[in-house]
């Protein structure tokens, strides 16, 4: 479905990815929201894997994915078999970062409506949710931190959640 033997040449000699691409489920059926979750992100990893494989992938999935693939929950299903099927590919080390509530930073915007309107209502209380809630809520900033940290360093787990996330994010 996805085919990206024209621009292989342009894939290759890197030494990380961060795959942050990705829709919300809302009003999606299941086909459609795993074609670009599952299918697009394989594809594009794949390639890369096959082509760098010393490369580091970070993916970001999202908090309460399902990595049973069993749940009720249609969205934490599909990503966590993303996350499973990119966990055995052949990269040097693979990240799934699972973060919650992002606070956006620097600028940084959603299009997605629903979304917006939350940041709307929540910006006046993230950073204390942030003191509060470490387990639940990180930034942009430190989302970015944190990709540049696993490829740098590694990480100890390769699922990562929010504390993680912006612990990686302090140490740099």
């Known amino acids: ?28 059926k299941e086909d459609a929201y795993r074609r670009v979750t599952y299918d697009l992100t394989l594809a594009a990893a794949t390639v890369l894997a ?3 494989p010393r490369m580091t992938f970070a993916y970001v999935t999202g908090s309460g994915t399902d990595s049973s693939e069993r749940g009720r929950s249609m969205w934490a299903r599909v990503k966590g078999a993303t996350e499973n099927a990119l966990l055995k590919l052949p990269f ?22 629903l979304y917006k309107a939350g940041i709307v209502l929540l910006t006046p209380v993230f950073g204390l949710a942030r003191r509060l809630w470490p387990h639940l809520v990180t930034t942009t900033e430190n ?13 100890p787990r390769q699922v990562l959640d ?3 996330i912006n612990e990686l994010a302090a140490r740099g």
Do not use: W
């Open 162 to 164: 929010p504390v993680d």
């Open 92 to 113: 040097r080390a693979a990240y799934m970062f699972r973060p919650g509530a992002i606070q956006p930073l620097h600028g940084a915007n959603t299009k997605t409506p």
């Open 1 to 28: 479905m996805y085919d990206y033997t024209a621009v292989e040449p342009q894939l290759t000699g890197f030494d990380a990815c961060f795959f942050c691409l990705g829709v919300s489920s809302v009003g999606m």
């Open 50 to 52: 096959r082509l760098n």
């Open 143 to 155: 989302m970015g931190l944190a990709m540049l940290a696993v490829a740098r360093h590694g990480a």
